[in-house]
């Protein structure tokens, strides 16, 4: 697989630049147009307001969104007018009631969305809400960038966390053109179970489609040392200096991570460097 579209969803006018100047330079890189989505979202519920003054106050709230978006997408426009490879913006405005539907709809046809970290103060769950709808309803890989950094080549050092779930498994094949292009790759295996199929060679099975690939990769085994596996994922991502991690997502129920906390959730908000999911 190559990323030939590359997308970023803009919904916050503050936090957008280092995923947008991360899709300009992999668009570069791997010779994809780049797809700028705007998002303007009215976080308002049609429920809430008084009878009779619904429809008016919706469509007043709409136009007023619509408004600052296309505003921002202009800003967006000049920001990529000297890119060299083929880019294209759109604007929308919606309600949080039918976000999901529209990232779904937009990011489908993407080999790649980027976006910022989801969890953070000033964020709420519209954030959230993209990521999932990208990943469970577009059924996009997600590179996911921590505060206030950006990528401006293709990661030299990578950490595959694999559990021999179907997640990991997709998120590893969507990894490929940048785990072609590293210099260092680890496959951490956190507590193998002692009666899984893996059991005498844990990684060996990945290790041997990646080698295939032209891709080497050494395997860690890794014991369950900390209670969170993102916490021994980020030590270990560390420890080998990387600058990717890639892992799979919502092994559980979303609402089950939502309620009790999970990888995904836990990983989002303490990754210290990028990260790239699937589902």
């Known amino acids: 697989m190559d990323y030939k579209t590359i997308m970023t969803i803009i919904s916050d006018d503050t936090r957008f630049r280092p995923a947008l100047d991360t899709a300009r330079c992999l668009s570069e890189r791997f010779d994809a147009h780049l797809e700028a989505l705007c998002l303007g979202i009215d976080p308002s519920q049609q429920g809430f307001y008084y009878a009779g003054a619904s429809a008016m106050m919706v469509q007043d709230n709409l136009s007023q969104v619509r408004e ?32 999901n539907h529209v990232v779904a709809h937009r990011s489908r046809f993407a080999d790649l969305v980027i976006l910022p970290r989801p969890y953070g103060e000033g964020r709420g769950h519209n954030a959230e809400a993209i990521i999932e709808s990208a990943m469970f309803d577009g059924g996009v890989p997600a590179l996911v960038l921590p505060d206030e950094v ?8 990578v950490v595959i966390a694999w559990n021999e779930s179907s997640e990991s498994l997709r998120a590893i094949r969507a990894a490929m053109p940048f785990l072609k292009a590293a210099e260092s790759i680890s496959i951490a295996v956190i507590d193998p179970p002692q009666h899984g199929p893996e059991r005498s060679d844990p990684g060996g099975a990945l290790s041997q489609m990646l080698a295939r690939h032209g ?7 890794l014991a369950k040392t900390m209670p969170r ?21 919502y092994g559980h129920s979303r609402f089950r991570e939502s309620i009790l906390g999970g990888a995904t959730r836990h990983m989002l908000e303490i990754a210290a460097v990028p990260v790239l999911m699937a589902h």
């Open 68 to 99: 600052d978006i296309e505003a921002l997408e202009q800003d967006i426009r000049q920001i990529l007018a000297s890119n060299v490879m083929p880019w294209s913006t759109t604007a929308l405005a919606t309600q949080s009631v039918t976000l």
């Open 150 to 157: 950006s990528m401006s080549e293709p990661p030299t050092n």
């Open 215 to 221: 891709i080497r990769a050494e395997v860690s085994v």
């Open 229 to 249: 596996i993102a916490d021994i994922l980020n030590r270990h991502a560390s420890d080998k200096n990387a600058d990717l991690i890639v892992m799979g997502a």
